[in-house]
Nanobody, 117 residues
Framework: QVEVAESGGGLVQPGGSLRLSCTASGTIFRIYATGWYRQVPGKERELVAVVNDDGITNYAESVKGRFTISRDKAKKTLSLQMNSLKPEDTAVYHC???????????WGQGTQVTVSS
């Protein structure tokens, strides 16, 4: 049984920072692509940042220069450092990992990020 779980969300003022973490557990012999997505009520889930098996990253235009995605293969963790947060970053953030074979995707339950004064 494989699971992924996020942590690190919360309430922060505009201009502040948060760091999200995601950890995979269970029987895992390889993790391929990983990424962070976010969703607000009434809208589709959108890509925030991804990093593939070769370490190549890709970011949504709206977060470039503010967010940094990183992964630790040995610890099976994925992180998202979010700086200069804006109210429009408010959403539920979900971790996604491609585990054990291609296109075998796992999603975390999500963690709420609220940016408000």
């Amino acid at each position: 049984q494989v699971e992924v779980a996020e942590s690190g969300g919360g309430l922060v003022q505009p201009g502040g920072s948060l760091r999200l973490s995601c950890t995979a557990s269970g029987t895992i012999f390889r993790i391929y692509a990983t990424g962070w997505y976010r969703q607000v009520p009434g809208k589709e889930r959108e890509l925030v940042a991804v990093v593939n098996d070769d370490g190549i990253t890709n970011y949504a235009e709206s977060v470039k220069g503010r967010f940094t995605i990183s992964r630790d293969k040995a610890k099976k963790t994925l992180s998202l450092q979010m700086n200069s947060l804006k109210p429009e970053d408010t959403a539920v953030y979900h971790c996604n990992m491609e585990i054990n074979w291609r296109n075998n995707m796992y999603w975390g339950q999500g963690t709420q990020v609220t940016v408000s004064s």
